[in-house]
Structure formats: structure tokens, C-alpha cells
């Protein structure tokens, strides 16, 4: 079965400052990539989405993430955080035509 | 296109007592997906439906747990004689087609067993 790891419960940033959020996951075959975010009182808003091609991918918001097979790793980064990028992230994979496996969460929260 | 809505967005009921939400999904999306999200945890899969057929039900669905999709528009889940165990925040999803995991979540129902 497929399982996905986000390894930081919490993280704190500097406004201004960069951010990586990590992701690890265990699956058998290409995985389907996803990450999200969840404000407080939201429901979930995707990212963005890894199906093939190109390993680093572009979403919204300025956020990216790079897929690495050899890592099992599907990282989020952001150059420059803003107040407002302070949420919960998800990482998760898709498996067959149905579910997604979600990791814990990481909760960011950003300083002024 | 006015997204997935969930309603009630917040219910609060006793133990042993009936409860049953409700979601729409976005218009011409075939897919819709149950999951469950309790505390300090990622969102979990529960059920889902590709138009009225109910394909797949994770081992969380008891069978105090019932889900519709009589049309093959809006969705129900109903709770049976709830438990403290059961609140949560109840997730409702839906994708356009099968393949594309690009899934798109209602606000949730958060529910509270007294």
C-alpha cells in the first residue's frame, strides 16, 4: 500500500524568506503527485500536480516542487514566503482511479 | 462554476442520534470522493462514486456508514448512531474523470459527537 511522509509537524519562516516542505512517499509504480493547502476554516486548494514529464513543476501562488524517483521525495519550495502562505500543507499520492493517500500535514507558520 | 459546497458546514449532535450530510459537486464532474479528516491528520478516504456506483469503500466505513449518489449529482453520507469516535471533519471531493486525480474539496462538514 501506498503511504506518504511528511517529516516536519511544524515549520516557522521569516516572511521574505524561502521555503522547502518535505515529502516522501512509498509507491510502487510512477506515482501521481499532489500538494495542498488548507487554511483554517477552508477546504483543501491544490498546488499543484505531478502526473509525468518534466520533474520540477510550477503552481500557483509562486510554489514549485520537484519530483525525485531516486529519493522517493516530491519537495514544495517557494522562494519568497508572504504573510499569507501560512496554512497547512499536504502532501499526497494518487493511486489507481480512485483514492489519494495523504501525509500528516505540515503546518507553516510564517514571522514578520 | 461555483465549486463543491457541503452542507451543514457545522453539526453538533448526541451520541446514538442520526446525522447526514450533504454534498454537491462541481457541475459535470463524474468523481466524487467521502473522505474523513480528524485532528492532526491528513484527510482520509472513506468512499467514492463514479456517477450513482459506489466503486470502492475503505475498511473506515463501518457499517454504521451509508453514502448516495441517487442521481448521480449530489451526494449524501449518513452517520448511524454516532460515536465520540466518529467526529471529524468530513471532506467531499470531485474529479471530472477517471484518471485525472485532480481532485477538487468542498469546505467539509465538521461534525461534533457530545
Known amino acids: 500500500a501506498q503511504s506518504v511522509t511528511q517529516p516536519d509537524i511544524h515549520i516557522t519562516v521569516s516572511e521574505g524568506a524561502s521555503l522547502e516542505l518535505r515529502c516522501n512517499y512509498s509507491y510502487g509504480a510512477t506515482p501521481y503527485l499532489f500538494w495542498y493547502v488548507q487554511s483554517p476554516g477552508q477546504g483543501l486548494q491544490l498546488l499543484l500536480k505531478y502526473f509525468s514529464g518534466d520533474t520540477l513543476v510550477q503552481g500557483i501562488k509562486g510554489f514549485e516542487a520537484e519530483f525525485k524517483r531516486s529519493q522517493s521525495s516530491f519537495n514544495l519550495r517557494k522562494p519568497s514566503v508572504h504573510w499569507s502562505d501560512a496554512a497547512e500543507y499536504f502532501c499526497a499520492v494518487g493511486e489507481g482511479y480512485s483514492t489519494l493517500t495523504f501525509g500528516k500535514g505540515t503546518m507553516l507558520l510564517v514571522s514578520p | 462554476d461555483t465549486g463543491v459546497s457541503q452542507n451543514p458546514r457545522h453539526k453538533i449532535t448526541k451520541r446514538g442520534q442520526n446525522v447526514t450530510f450533504r454534498c454537491d459537486p462541481i457541475s459535470e464532474h463524474n468523481r466524487l470522493y467521502w473522505y474523513r479528516q480528524t485532528l492532526g491528520q491528513g484527510p482520509e478516504f472513506l468512499t467514492y462514486f463514479q456517477n450513482e456506483a459506489q466503486l470502492e469503500k475503505s475498511r473506515l466505513l463501518s457499517d454504521r456508514f451509508s453514502a448516495e449518489r441517487p442521481k448521480g449529482s449530489f451526494s449524501t453520507l449518513e452517520i448511524q448512531r454516532t460515536e465520540q469516535g466518529d467526529s471529524a471533519m468530513y471532506l467531499c471531493?470531485?474529479?471530472?474523470?477517471?484518471?485525472?486525480?485532480?481532485?477538487?474539496f468542498g469546505p467539509g462538514t465538521r461534525l461534533t459527537v457530545t
Open positions: 471531493a470531485s474529479s471530472l474523470r477517471a484518471g485525472n486525480h485532480e481532485q477538487y
